[in-house]
Each structure stands twice: as structure tokens, then as C-alpha cells.
């Protein structure tokens, strides 16, 4: 397989604040990441939010500019684009919100809807029935406006307009953060069945675990911005002990598998002021000195962690 | 306008309302069919008292004051209603423009605004009759600079909210260039607000515009406006109080008409916002 997006060494700092009597202040949204992602992969990205997955999702896009790092699709260095260029190359990447409430225009209806990635391309649009047929939505409703519609059926929608032109990457931000269980589970059906009719690549951004594990083919755990580990398998045992933590507080569904939750304790550091150290050592059980001090780097193996003191597998 | 808008108007206010403001304006279109001429002088037939064959009187000149009403119609209706037209084409380029673009334009647009806001209207609207002289192209300019501000910011708030939309994301991500989101997205989700402000504002600038033909800034004679013959009958209030009374009554009625429409068109447009659908 050959990779469809590297991205390597991609930061974004964002500024805030300094006015006359205050100084800017700079926060590190996203640190450092790389990875790669094949043609035919599903890889999630998870961890609390604030974490800087949503981030990652828009800077791999290009829908913000990142700071620094190297970005490239198919070979193409997105960063080097002209804006003409990255128009039509917007064709073959496509994002799905996490709120179908408001990432659909209110006054358009689902023909116009679904119309608007030709538009924008400059392409006649083809027949909107079977646009919204695909993502099994009833070709009827090509006349409907989003409001007459529930969660479910919108994120439907959402679906049907990232994949309108075809694309090769579908960056999915929480698509069924906002919905309910009953259809978050329809709605991964529905990804997963168009994932095999078109060969697509997913970038999963989610905090749901459980999900991710079903979902997923490689994991990247962030935290404050990092990656902290890259899991190679979405069910291999975690090695830091931030992913633990993260799997320990998930919801079992079978009442008799549940254990205690061994809730992490201390605060998440502000990201305006991150320790010197390991962002995690503050709340971390096997944190020694060398934690508070340095900063542990990714490590290059089978299954990459950021910790000095990982745990067996 | 689908059925949600007309419904507003089934109730018996906000429908007399509207019948009002239908007759009103098709009295204005209609004012050449009048018998009488507001302009041609009878002194012989001068003060006359509400009767049958002047219905309202005749003011002091002679002259019908029923014909001179509609004919007033005309001027102060066409006045306000395009200046407040002007205002808001204006007031949406600004405010759009200001949202938009941000950085030092949008400090100088709010400051400018919150500036004139500051100001009384008809202190804005009496030094720009003074600059460019009295008559209705002077009055119809002041009324229209006078409520700038308010569509301006009303403008710029909206598009500013709008902005933040995941929707103008999600078609940015799809390859959509500014002038697509401006124009598909932004601009037609701000309309509906910047409308029905509109539609109230043009009743206070009706007030507006009779306040500076009471003045004799406005329309000048002999043609006819409301605020001009109020000026004329402020003279004549005891000696013939009825051509002071019909135009200040012409004005209040048509104002509160507006406002009660105006209001009801609010009430039925919140009640979509909520479901977030189309005007």
C-alpha cells in the first residue's frame, strides 16, 4: 500500500490576546506530529478534547495554515499549493463535521445542498435522489430543508456532500459525537459500507474508545497537542500510561465486565503554560524525576510511545 | 414569502395594519385621480371645514386638503422608503465588509458607527440638509446617512455570527471561494434580520422626514408633504385646527401601522429562526 498523506513534524501555535498592555500569548495547539496514513486505511486519532485532534483534522486539510511541518497528498506538498491549485485539489479530500446542526446551510435544501461541491468546482451537478439514495436517505427529500430533518438524517446528508466529488481522504471529525446511540451505530454502518464500495481512507477523529477500536485500523493517541502513542492495532495493549487511563475510564457495556474507574487525578496543564517535562507527568502514576524534567520523544518501533517508563506489553 | 410570513397577518391587528398601509400606498400611486389639484389656488373657498365636498377641509390657500394628503403620501412615502432602501444596500456593503475583512477596516467601520450612534438622528439629518440644501433629494440623503449605523452593525453582527458556522467551513473544505460564501451564504442568512429592521425603520423615517419638512427642509412648495402642511397649520391651530390635525393623525396612524406590522412579521420570523428554515 502506498501512502496517501505523510505528514511529518506538523505544528500549529496559536496566538491570543496581546493588546496594549498585555503580551501575546502563545499556545501550542499541535506539536510535532507525524504520521502516515496508506490508501484503504482507517487511522483514529483520540484523546480528550482540547487534546488538538480537532485541530489536526482542519491543518491536514489545510483549512488552517499550520505553523511548521511538511504535508503531502499523494505525493503533492500541500503546504506549496497555490490557492487555485489547492481548490481542485480540495476535490479529493473531504471533511464530515461533528455538528450536523450547523454545518449544513439552513436555507438551502438537500438538492442545493448537494449541489454546492459541483458548484464550487465548477462541475454541472448529477441528480441529488441518488446522491441522498447512496447514504440511504429517500430520494424524495431532495426538496426538504435541514431543519425538517433529524440529527441522523443531516449527518447523512454531511456524508453525501464530503463525498460528492469522489474523494480519495475523508477526515471525519466526531461524526457521531452529536448523535444518539441507536444512530451513531447506523451511521458507522453506513462509513463502513461506503469505505468498501469506494476504497475510501478515513481519518477517524473521535474520543470514543469503544468506537475507535471498532473502527479503526492504527490508533494515534494525542495529548496536549502530542502524539503520545501510536497504536498499531486498535485493540493492542496500551504502552503509555495516558492510553491506559484512557481505556480504563471506558464505558463497558456488559455490567459484569466493569471494573472500578480509576479516574486519572490532577489537572490537565494549561497549554499556555506546558511543564518542562512530559506534558502527562503531572497526572501520570509512574512518573519518576527524569519525567518532570525532560521530555520524552516518540520512540521509533513497531508500536511508538512517548514515555520513559512505558508500560510491558 | 411562503405561508409561516402570511400567517402573521391572520390575526385582526397586524391584518388592519397592513390594510392600512395597502390603502395608503395605493392612495399615493393613485393621488392624479383626485378632482381637485393640490396646487391650483381658491382663495374664496379657503378654511373650509370638513364637509362633503371637501372631505377634510381646504387649508389656507384653498386648496383640498384630502388631495394634498395623498399627494403627500407620495412624497414622504417615496422618501423614506428609498432612503432607508439606500441605507440598507449601503449599510450591508459596510457591515459586510467590515465583518469580513476585519483588521484596522473593521476598527475604523465600529468607531465611525458607534460615533454617529451617538448622535441624535435628526442632529445627523438636519447638518447633512444643511450641506447638501433642503428639498427631497437632501432630505431623502440625511435620512438614509441618518440610519447607516443601525444597519451597519446589525449587518456586521450577523455576518460576524455567521462566520463561525460550521456550514461556510464545510463549504470551504468543499473548495468554496469568498465570493461563493459571501454571496451564497452569508449574505442571504443576514438578509432576513436586516429586512424586517428595515421595515421599522422606514416608520421612524417617515417621522424623520415630516420633523425636517416641518422645518421647511423637506419637499418644497408647493408640493405637498405631511411634515411641510403641519408647518403650514401650526399657524392656523385654533383658527382651523383640521389642517394641522389630519397630517399629524396621517403620520401617526401610518407609523403605528408599520410598527404593528413590523412587529408581527418578528414574531412569525422567530418562530422559523427556531426551526432554523428559510424565510
Not at chain 1, 104 to 131: H, K, N, S, W, Y
Not at chain 1, 296 to 301: I, K, S, V
Not at chain 2, 188 to 209: C, F, H, Q, R, Y
Request: hydrophobic letters at 50%; a positive charge.
Amino acid at each position: 500500500m502506498s501512502d496517501l498523506l505523510s505528514v511529518t513534524g506538523l505544528t500549529k501555535r496559536f496566538q491570543s490576546g496581546g493588546g496594549l498592555f498585555q503580551r501575546p500569548r502563545a499556545m501550542m495547539a499541535v506539536r510535532e506530529v507525524s504520521f502516515t496514513l496508506a490508501r484503504g486505511e482507517v487511522l483514529g486519532v483520540v484523546g480528550e478534547s482540547g487534546c488538538g485532534k480537532s485541530t489536526l483534522a482542519r491543518l491536514v486539510l489545510r483549512l488552517i495554515e499550520p505553523t511548521g511541518g511538511e504535508l503531502r497528498f499523494d505525493g503533492t506538498d500541500l503546504r506549496a499549493l497555490s490557492p487555485a491549485a489547492l481548490r481542485k485539489m480540495r476535490q479529493r479530500m473531504a471533511m464530515v463535521f461533528q455538528d450536523p446542526y450547523s454545518s449544513l446551510d439552513p436555507r438551502f435544501t438537500l438538492a442545493q445542498i448537494l449541489a454546492e461541491p459541483f458548484a464550487v468546482q465548477g462541475q454541472t451537478p448529477p441528480d441529488p435522489g441518488a446522491m441522498l439514495e447512496t447514504v440511504g436517505l429517500p430520494a424524495t427529500m431532495a426538496q426538504s430543508h435541514p431543519h425538517q430533518l433529524s440529527g441522523g438524517q443531516r449527518q447523512r446528508v454531511g456524508i453525501a456532500r464530503a463525498l460528492a466529488l469522489s474523494p480519495d481522504l475523508v477526515v471525519l471529525d466526531e461524526p457521531t459525537a452529536s448523535l444518539d446511540v441507536s444512530i451513531q451505530a447506523q451511521i458507522v454502518a453506513l462509513l463502513t459500507r461506503l469505505r468498501q464500495d469506494r476504497g475510501l481512507t478515513y481519518l477517524f477523529i473521535s474520543h470514543d474508545l469503544g468506537l475507535v477500536r471498532y473502527f479503526c485500523d492504527r490508533v494515534l493517541v494525542m495529548y496536549l497537542g502530542a502524539v503520545v502513542e501510536v497504536l498499531p492495532r486498535a485493540d493492542a495493549p496500551p504502552r503509555h500510561p495516558y492510553t491506559a487511563a484512557l481505556q480504563a475510564s471506558a464505558f463497558v457495556p456488559d455490567p459484569a465486565q466493569r471494573r472500578t474507574l480509576a479516574a486519572l487525578t490532577g489537572e490537565i496543564p494549561s497549554p499556555f503554560d506546558l511543564p518542562p517535562g512530559c506534558a502527562f507527568a503531572g497526572r501520570c502514576p509512574r512518573a519518576s524525576d527524569l519525567c518532570r524534567t525532560r521530555r520524552p520523544a516518540l520512540d521509533q518501533g513497531p508500536h511508538p510511545v512517548a514515555c520513559f517508563h512505558p508500560l510491558k506489553d | 414569502m411562503n405561508f409561516p410570513v402570511m400567517k402573521a397577518f391572520r390575526h385582526p391587528i397586524p391584518a388592519l395594519s397592513a390594510l392600512w398601509l395597502v390603502l395608503v400606498i395605493l392612495a399615493a400611486i393613485l393621488a392624479d385621480l383626485s378632482p381637485y389639484d393640490y396646487d391650483i389656488q381658491a382663495l374664496s373657498e379657503a378654511y373650509r371645514s370638513p364637509s362633503a365636498a371637501h372631505w377634510l377641509g381646504t387649508d389656507e390657500f384653498g386648496r383640498d386638503l384630502l388631495t394634498r394628503l395623498i399627494h403627500g403620501a407620495r412624497t414622504s412615502l417615496s422618501v423614506s422608503v428609498t432612503a432607508i432602501a439606500i441605507s440598507v444596500a449601503c449599510g450591508m456593503a459596510l457591515g459586510a465588509a467590515a465583518a469580513w475583512f476585519g483588521g484596522w477596516f473593521d476598527r475604523a467601520v465600529t468607531v465611525t458607527v458607534d460615533l454617529t450612534w451617538s448622535f441624535p438622528e435628526i442632529l445627523i439629518a438636519l447638518i447633512l440638509v444643511a450641506i447638501i440644501g433642503p428639498g427631497t433629494t437632501g432630505t431623502m440623503v440625511a435620512i438614509a446617512v441618518a440610519y447607516l449605523a443601525q444597519f451597519t452593525r446589525l449587518t456586521r453582527a450577523q455576518i460576524l455570527t455567521l462566520k463561525g458556522e460550521t456550514f461556510i467551513e464545510a463549504a470551504r473544505s468543499l473548495g468554496a471561494g469568498n465570493t461563493h460564501i459571501l454571496t451564497r451564504h452569508l449574505l442571504p442568512n443576514a438578509l432576513a434580520p436586516v429586512l424586517v429592521s428595515a421595515m421599522l425603520a422606514t416608520g421612524d423615517a417617515i417621522i424623520l422626514e415630516a420633523t425636517l419638512g416641518f422645518f421647511g427642509l423637506g419637499a418644497q412648495p408647493p408640493v405637498p408633504s405631511w411634515g411641510g402642511m403641519m408647518s403650514a397649520g401650526s399657524a392656523l391651530i385654533f383658527k382651523a385646527p383640521w389642517i394641522i390635525i389630519f397630517p399629524g393623525l396621517m403620520v401617526a396612524v401610518t407609523v403605528v401601522a408599520i410598527n404593528l406590522a413590523g412587529d408581527a412579521l418578528v414574531a412569525s420570523l422567530d418562530i422559523k429562526a427556531k426551526l432554523r428554515g428559510p424565510i
